[in-house]
Structures are given as structure tokens and as C-alpha cells.
């Protein structure tokens, strides 16, 4: 994700293209092998594994691995200045990516997605499986794949963050039971310390972690549910972990989409909150801690009306289009947040930013979108290294709605007062079966992230699909 400008135009020169186009061609460090994907395991105690009633996705079978263009190094965009050209991971059937970036050393950078198939991570593991894997040199190349810490169950939802002294933070879902887990690699990923799970007493599940970290990581938040609302939390390196009690007094449905630790050591989380059939209203709430998680005090910012169904999408569910919120802290403290939300029912979900220097208190309703015609989903805010920088990304179809999606980015220099115009990140035409000069086909999962290294520059990662069934893959670009 990171590197300096002479790096960056070193690699480039040198810039070369591998189509994956037979079995045993290696990309990333592992080899190119076809695998029909595992259906990961099911127990009554998982509700199916699907609580939440919106998935995780089922395996197909499927990728396109030999109809995907894997770039091995990067190239300016020929559609945007200062952008590299977006590049897919792998030809794998990846979707539902992270990313992590080194606060002071921009040249190491992380990724990490769920993988449906390709190689096994152990004799009897299942699929999907959540690959890392690390560039030392600001994304331009990277090392091998590896997986993470595996207890022979389904692995969902990566999140990373990288702490000042290097050490990489995970967490993620070993499918719904036990849930949610978390260890940390001082290695690069190549090793990883015990996997502390967390199952609040009484509760049958967790689902989908958020982490936030201090920038030493010795205080380490994670934000998940059981359909209610709970926060894991550290204070000695995420050797252990106190769970809270339940933090909402409803009934409804929780999600954490986003978190960060200020530069005071406040802790923020922003969530969507829904009904259990997603019917009726979604909440977008912010989250905040002034006492290193020992309370929590909920603002809510936002409510949203219904989302519109997607019977359009083979294998979506209604509830995919739902509120995924972005939140980020600049240098000041200053807190950017970034929705999507609707005002009618089952109307497209449009785009909104505002900013908040306390957390409780926050300025009106910012529009970022490409218009009310449009849908947009899966929404990340990321801090630049100067006050009032941010950045906000995220995927629309206003080059074919329901048809041709594309992930964008707007920009900001002083704390959301002007945007700079859209930025097309998913500039390739083709590459993969679902890539159009349109867009692709579909967002591929609920989630997308964005960074900022130490020298400025923006990161993002996401996913593009032919459907919400998929098959799809996981890419990335970066900023200058």
C-alpha cells in the first residue's frame, strides 16, 4: 500500500503482467491450482451459520482463475493523475478484504482477505480460509500468502492494524461459533500467538469484529456482536481481554463498521443497527469511551429508511444494502464519519460525510454521492497524516444502475469544509469475466477499507464480483 515516489516509479519501470491462465502458474507466492470450494460446516448452535439472515456467502465451486489478469507490479492510471492502476490479488475467489499500513514506515503494508478456494490451509480445513500477506517495499510487490491461525472452522470478517513497534493485530470470525477471535504476529504473519476467542456468557454467537488499537497496541478494542451490542477490550497488548456487558437496552440487530483510538486515547466505534427482518428503520450511531472501555456512551447520527432489496443479484439477500458507516481521527482529534442512508423506502442509498470534534455533537449532513438515482454501499473514512485530511471510499452504480459498479474516492484538505471531485479507483476495463468498461458486476461483499501511510498517500482495497454468489477478487490502489 505504501512506498516513496522513487520506489514507486523504479518498480514501475519494470512494470510486467502475468495472466493466470493454468494451473501451477505462481502469483503472490502460492501456486495457481483449481479447487472446488468446501460449504463451510453447520451446526444447530450456528443457526445455519447464518444469524444475522444476510450470510456469509455459499461456496460455489467457482472462480475465474483462468480468465484473471494478475499485474505483478503496479502502473500509473491512464484514467486518473496520481493514481496507480487498480490490480487484483489473485485469480482466487477472494472477497471481503483488510488492510494495515505501518504508522511510521509507509513501506510495510498489509492485506488480508477470505479466500474460497485454492490451497487448503491444513489436511481437513474448510473454506473460506483468510490469507495475509505483507509488501515491504509500499505495495508495489508482495510476499507470499499465508494463512492465519486455523481451528478447522469457516473464517469470515479479517481485520488488521499495525502497531508502532511493528507487531500486526487480527481479528476475525471462526465462523459463528466460537466466533470471534483475535491473536497478533510479531513475524510478518509467518507466526501467531494463542487465538483468545470472545463469547459473551449466555450468547450463542458473535459476528463481525471491529479493531481498534492504540497506536503502541497496548490497548486494543474490539467491537462485535451477538446481535447486541459488546466491546472486547486490552490494555496489555491483547495478552487478555475483558468483554463488556451488553451495550444497547433493544431488541434490534448490531453491527460495528468502524473504529479508532484519538490521539486523547478516546475510543469511537460507529454502527448500523437494524431490525432482526431488517424491516422498517436502520440507526447510524457513534460509540464513545473516554475511560479506556470501562463505559460507553451511544450518539445516534443518522436513521435511515428501509433499504431496497437486490433480486437482481443472484444469492443477495435482503439487508445487503444496509448502512456501512467509515470513521476516522485526524492528528487534532477531529472525527470524520461517512454513511450510506436513504430517505424513502427501499429508495437508493446515498452518500452522506459529517465531521465532529467531540463525538457527541456533529455538523449537518454532508451529500458526497453521485445523486439520488444511484445506490451506494459499503462506506470507509481514512485520516491523513495533517489535520482536517481525510479520505472517503466507497462503491456506486452511476455507470449502470444495478449493473456497473466502481469504487470511488473523494478527498478532503480541511476537515470536510470543501471535496475535491469523485476519483474513479476501479479504472481497468477487463481483467476479470465481471469487469466491463462500465464497472463490475457487483460489490463484492459488505466491506472495503482505506489507509493513509505515514507520507500521505491513500490505499484502498475492495472487491469486485459477478454476483453476490460470486465468484469475484479482492483489489487494491493507491494514491500519490
Same mark, same amino acid.
Given at each position: 500500500?505504501? %512506498? ?24 503472490? !507466492? ?8 468446501? =460449504? ?8 445455519? %451459520?447464518?444469524?444475522?439472515?444476510? #450470510? ?5 465451486? %467457482? ?18 493523475? %496520481? ?13 471481503? =478484504?483488510?488492510?494495515?499500513?505501518? =504508522? ?26 483468510? +490469507? +495475509? ?5 509500499? !505495495? ?8 492465519? =491461525? ?164 443472484? #444469492? ?16 487534532? !482529534? ?104 462500465? #464497472? ?9 477499507? +482505506? ?20 465468484? #469475484? ?8
Amino acid at each position: 500500500m505504501r %512506498l516513496s515516489m522513487l520506489a514507486a516509479f523504479a518498480s514501475k519501470s519494470r512494470a510486467v503482467t502475468a495472466l493466470v491462465v493454468c494451473a501451477g502458474l505462481m502469483f503472490g !507466492g502460492v501456486y495457481a491450482t483449481r479447487h472446488a470450494r468446501v =460449504p463451510s460446516p453447520t451446526t444447530s448452535d450456528e443457526r445455519g %451459520l447464518d444469524p444475522d439472515g444476510k #450470510g456469509e456467502k455459499n461456496a460455489t465451486g %467457482l472462480s475465474f482463475e483462468k480468465q484473471t489478469l494478475v499485474e505483478r507490479y503496479p502502473r500509473r492510471s491512464a484514467a486518473a493523475a %496520481l493514481l496507480d492502476a487498480e490490480r487484483v490479488w489473485s485469480g482466487y475467489d477472494d472477497w471481503e =478484504p483488510a488492510l494495515a499500513i505501518h =504508522p511510521t514506515n509507509a513501506n510495510i503494508v498489509y492485506q488480508a482477505t477470505t479466500r474460497y478456494n485454492g490451497p487448503k490451509a491444513c489436511n481437513g480445513c474448510p473454506f473460506p480460509v483468510i +490469507v +495475509v500477506r505483507k509488501s515491504a517495499d509500499g !505495495g508495489s510487490t508482495w510476499g507470499a500468502d499465508r494463512f492465519i =491461525p486455523n481451528i478447522k472452522k469457516s473464517q469470515n470478517d479479517p481485520e488488521i492494524e499495525v502497531a508502532t513497534d511493528g507487531t500486526l493485530y487480527m481479528a476475525w470470525m471462526d465462523a459463528y461459533t466460537p466466533g470471534i477471535a483475535f491473536s497478533k504476529s510479531s513475524d510478518g504473519g509467518v507466526t501467531w500467538t494463542t487465538t483468545i476467542h470472545f463469547k459473551p456468557t449466555g450468547t450463542k454467537f458473535t459476528d463481525k469484529p471491529i479493531l481498534a488499537i492504540s497506536p503502541s497496541g497496548q490497548n486494543v478494542y474490539v467491537g462485535f456482536n451477538s446481535s447486541d451490542n459488546y466491546v472486547a477490550t486490552s490494555h496489555n497488548y491483547g495478552a487478555s481481554f475483558t468483554i463488556s456487558p451488553k451495550l444497547n437496552s433493544d431488541t434490534r440487530y448490531w453491527f460495528h463498521t468502524a473504529g479508532a483510538v484519538a490521539p486523547n486515547g478516546d475510543v469511537y466505534f460507529i454502527t448500523a443497527d437494524f431490525s432482526q427482518d431488517y424491516t422498517g428503520d436502520g440507526h447510524v450511531s457513534v460509540m464513545r469511551s473516554t475511560n479506556l472501555g470501562s463505559s460507553w456512551t451511544t450518539t445516534r447520527v443518522d436513521t435511515s429508511k428501509e433499504m431496497p432489496d437486490c433480486p437482481w443479484s443472484p #444469492g443477495c439477500k435482503f439487508g445487503f444494502f444496509g448502512t456501512i458507516a467509515g470513521l476516522a481521527i485526524d492528528p487534532n !482529534g477531529r472525527l470524520m464519519i461517512a454513511y450510506n442512508a436513504n430517505n424513502a423506502v427501499r429508495a437508493p442509498m446515498q452518500l452522506y460525510a459529517r465531521s465532529s470534534i467531540d463525538g457527541i455533537t456533529w455538523s449537518a449532513r454532508q451529500d458526497l454521492g453521485a445523486g439520488a438515482a444511484y445506490n451506494h454501499c459499503n462506506v470507509a473514512v481514512a485520516a491523513g497524516k495533517v489535520s482536517g485530511a481525510f479520505a472517503v471510499v466507497w462503491q456506486d452504480d452511476r455507470k449502470g444502475v444495478n449493473a456497473a459498479w466502481n469504487a470511488w474516492m473523494r478527498k478532503t484538505a480541511n476537515g470536510g469544509g470543501a471535496w475535491d471531485a469523485s476519483l474513479r479507483l476501479s479504472d481497468q476495463a477487463s481483467g476479470a469475466p465481471y469487469k466491463t468498461a462500465a #464497472g463490475h458486476k457487483f460489490p463484492y461483499g459488505d466491506y472495503l477499507e +482505506v489507509a493513509s501511510d505515514s507520507t500521505g498517500h491513500y490505499h484502498a482495497i475492495w472487491a469486485e464480483g459477478i454476483s453476490y454468489t460470486g465468484p #469475484g477478487g479482492t483489489w487494491y490502489t493507491k494514491s500519490y
